[in-house]
T-cell receptor, first 112, second 111 residues
Framework: NAGVTQTPKFQVLKTGQSMTLQCAQD?????MYWYRQDPGMGLRLIYY???????DKGEVPNGYNVSRLNKREFSLRLESAAPSQTSVYFC???????????FGQGTRLTVV | GQQVMQIPQYQHVQEGEDFTTYCNSS?????IQWYKQRPGGHPVFLIQ?????EVKKQKRLTFQFGEAKKNSSLHITATQTTDVGTYFC???????????FGKGTLLTVNP
């Protein structure tokens, strides 16, 4: 049982390049989330998907897009990367609002 | 969105000292969860508190939920180097399913 799997684990992009961060969970969870983590800023919600077929903006959605491809997969896309998007990105999933959140291992992204 | 405030932001202790982090909300919480993130790792669930005044223990960790369900605390007795990491509280998001985390308390322990 892998839980939440994120790929890639590390990535370096040049300013203006695009990329997609992949996330998949095998726990049949309804809700999935993307966070970014910067020093001193905690976990800031980028986008979330309460259930398959729905996506909503979080606190810091600008510069990102998401796709809930199916119940298992929730991807995060950076269309034109900027140095301000250098961060650690975490995907998480839950069965519902009041249940334990499971996190992926994180993607460490550097934009130069 | 409705936030939870965590204090302190950083705490450095000598091994063997106690440690407490607090999570405060301006609104009543339906529940509160606590997570631990080791350096270089990802957040891992520790516990969930649901009832007013609830107290739960996990070995040297004691979790409390306030009577008014607006605050919570995590207390570690006699810290060890294995306790190093960032401790986050998380409130439920209500009907919109957002997961709202506090900014976390970074605990460092001097051996």
């Amino acid at each position: 049982n892998a839980g939440v799997t994120q790929t890639p684990k590390f990535q370096v992009l040049k300013t203006g390049q695009s990329m997609t961060l992949q996330c998949a969970q095998d726990m049949n969870h309804n809700s999935m989330y993307w966070y970014r983590q910067d020093p001193g800023m905690g976990l800031r919600l980028i986008y979330y998907s309460a259930s398959e077929g729905t996506t909503d903006k979080g606190e810091v959605p600008n510069g990102y897009n998401v796709s809930r491809l199916n119940k298992r997969e929730f991807s995060l896309r950076l269309e034109s990367a900027a140095p301000s998007q250098t961060s650690v990105y975490f995907c998480a999933s839950t069965t519902g609002d009041n249940t334990e959140a499971f996190f992926g291992q994180g993607t460490r992204l550097t934009v130069v | 969105g409705q936030q939870v405030m965590q204090i302190p932001q950083y705490q450095h202790v000598q091994e063997g000292e106690d440690f407490t982090t607090y999570c405060n909300s301006s609104t009543t919480l339906s529940n509160i969860q606590w997570y631990k993130q080791r350096p270089g790792g990802h957040p891992v669930f520790l516990i969930q508190l649901v009832k007013s005044g609830e107290v739960k223990k996990q070995k040297r960790l004691t979790f409390q939920f306030g009577e008014a369900k607006k605050n919570s605390s995590l207390h570690i007795t006699a810290t060890q180097t294995t306790d190093v990491g960032t401790y986050f509280c998380r409130r439920s998001g209500g009907s919109n399913y957002k997961l709202t985390f506090g900014k976390g308390t970074l605990l460092t322990v001097n051996p």
